[in-house]
């Protein structure tokens, strides 16, 4: 990579490498995609000794830096990690390629054959936080629906990522795809994501992949179209027909099977009917768990609830956190729900037949669950394979992104010399 | 509507009530929608004087303006063209309700019911210009789709669109819909289109219809997700091995059949060894059509042929006027394509199954045509019934978008109690 010219020149530069690779990339075939992931897993899990040493550095820097251990850790990479990595790869090649996959067809009237075809967006750009496994991730997603990827991670993990990258680049090579199907953005800091989000006709669809802030700030900033990721203010609603023993199963799952996660729950409500009976299982047993509950004047009557603001009600805990809240009746959960929510995951748990259709009609998310954890909303989970991010917003893609949601379509028109 | 406050605080109330009326119109059965359609389309008829009087009153203030005869025809209604717009209506009421739809579906390993459905966005802006007929086109479209609509016409066609406008709302109040189904952005000038592209999270989707100024300050200043439409620097490419008399025949249809729209072809590619057969044909047959011909220099050699500069090459003329190149191959059309197109419509004519397959596949645009005419690449001629424009751009949709364009998707799961 070139160092000469200013920071948007060089990303310019850069975007316009990926687009020249994106278009062999859009031409290459399963067999030689799926060849080049392997090829890079084998890499990854044949050079680990390098990323690993890179890594060491990177960890380095951070520590003397003062970066916390929460943070140092989610940087910090081990064999397990890289075979994960690696692990990765292998499981995007097993999966379907969603391009070339026909949407629609048909023959009109006047004999024209219509195709709707999906095809690779061409270069995807994505700007994400601290955990070098996005690298691999992002670039194998990217490879396998025919997209240039290119990578702008974060600066404490630069030592890193950039030997990851030069190993998938080399194996790219090896495999007869041009390197610049994946690059780090080259440049540092501020200006070089600005630069990106900036590009307009050169990156086709940017992805942020973080914190709120960083979401926020890439949303607000890119002339780019953005697909909005992640941010997960997920609620449990237990409706006056609730089975409690199952609704105290699903609040626990959600808020505490893994709390570092946007599909955790954050918010519990629970209607009025059943208050005296759930209220004092369910806080014992969620602060025996270790979780804080924020409670509403109903639930502030419980032992250690302290008292919520509609900060709290507004709140991404992503910790052992939950803000709590008894409503009236269905549809002023759902009233709650349609204000604080951030369109991730809800779920309702009841018997009744009327109200989960209500609540699934009118809660206005990305997923609605019924009698089900909102671990639930996951690619994985849902059987997509591997997961690029979660959409929140509502345009092109909402709810776990797989494959085909790294694609956008064509009409393919095959006529006989067909005039208007 | 209130007068009070700034634009923004009265764009910003104006989608707070779009958005209560969409929680509505969301969960209206497609019986209840589809009478407020055939409503709308009556009043439109039996109030056809109202709306009349309201136009001749812009057109009156248009030609005191010394507005151009073309644009004023643009403006100007009677009594054909609003039955055109009532018709619109009711072909709408007879297309299918994409609320609703599943489009995936499947049980998952561990028994819970995935489901995705398509529910409506929330709340549409839609930007336009002139044509007041749009009013009426966009708002049936949105209240299918069950969005609620923004609409920010032309200043020049405010007393038209406001006449149409209120004649909706009332026929939608009559069919037990609320009124703010449909509105007009509050405000004039620039001030009010920016404060609705400033509403984010108040506003789902805009979605420009105009020419490529419009368009591109909307992209560039708004932060609500867009869809970009309709700029259409459509190719022809003749390739060597093209059946020149269906050659012939596609060029003029594509350039001649009406050039006012962005389906229309707006430069000419032709192998060369067909250059010799074919220019001798093409270029007289385009000019006693009335078409200017922009040429580089092989086309430069045939009488009234005027030269092409990249402009040209890159110009959406919608009028009789074409840029036109000999080519060495085929991938030298297409890197030209590549270079000069808008991403609208391509098409190639060949008798080349090769050359068809390399073009499709090759070339990036939202409709590649083969053996056929450009001006096919249109909703009512694809099959979809109503179009709210052809979007250029990869995100969400891409080529004539329909009713389901119009539409996100949710993830809908059941359990009995599933946690992880």
């Known amino acids: ?92 090649a097993g999966l379907p390629d969603p391009v070339g996959e026909v949407l629609r067809g048909s023959t009109l009237a006047n004999g024209l054959e219509l195709r709707q075809v999906r095809v690779p967006f061409g270069v995807v750009g994505i700007i994400y936080e601290a955990r070098p496994n996005v690298t691999a991730d992002a670039a194998g997603i990217c490879l396998k629906s025919g997209n240039a990827v290119l990578l702008r991670g974060s600066s404490s993990a630069r030592r890193t990522n950039s030997a990851v990258v030069e190993i998938l680049r080399d194996a790219a090579v090896a495999s007869g795809l041009p390197a610049d199907v994946a690059q780090l953005v080259p440049g540092e800091g501020h200006e070089a994501a600005k630069a990106l989000m900036r590009a307009r006709g050169l990156v086709d669809v940017l992805i942020p992949r973080g914190g709120a802030g960083l979401i926020r700030s890439v949303v607000t900033e890119s002339t780019v179209p953005v697909i909005e990721t992640g941010v997960g203010n997920c609620h449990v609603y237990v409706d006056a027909e609730a089975d409690l023993d199952m609704a105290l199963a699903i609040v626990l799952n959600a808020k505490t099977q893994r709390t570092s996660v946007c599909n955790a729950a954050e918010s ?105 954890s909102t671990r639930f909303t996951d690619g994985g989970e849902f059987g997509f394979g591997a997961e690029i991010g979660i959409s929140t917003q509502k345009l092109h893609a909402r709810g776990p992104m797989g494959l085909p949601e790294m694609t956008s379509t064509k009409f393919v028109v095959t006529g006989a010399g067909h005039t208007r």
Not at 4 to 28: F, I, P
Not at 49 to 71: F, I, P, Q, W
């Open 268 to 372: 519990l409500l629970v209607h009025a009917d059943v208050a005296d009976a759930f209220l004092p299982r369910v806080v014992p047993a969620l602060q025996q768990a270790g979780v804080t509950v924020h409670g509403d004047p109903t639930f502030q009557a419980y032992d250690g609830v302290v008292p919520a603001t509609d900060d709290d009600h507004a709140t991404e805990y992503l910790a052992l956190e939950i803000s709590a809240a008894v409503v009236p009746d269905l549809d002023a959960a759902i009233g709650h729900i349609r204000r604080f929510s951030s369109g991730h995951t809800e779920a309702i748990v009841t018997g009744s037949q009327a109200a989960a259709r209500r609540f699934v009609a009118a809660v206005d998310s990305a997923a609605v669950l019924v009698n089900a």
């Open 1 to 92: 990579m070139s160092n000469a010219g200013t920071v948007e020149e060089r990303v310019a530069e850069a975007a316009g490498r990926a687009r020249v690779a994106a278009t062999d990339l859009a031409l290459a075939t399963r067999a030689v995609k799926d060849a080049a992931l392997l090829a890079m897993a084998d890499a990854l899990v044949g050079q680990s000794a390098a990323v690993l040493a890179a890594n060491a550095e990177d960890v380095a820097a951070a520590e003397a830096a003062g970066t916390g251990e929460h943070l140092v850790d989610r940087l910090r990479l081990d064999h397990d990690r890289v075979e994960a990595m690696a692990r990765g790869l292998r499981e995007v």
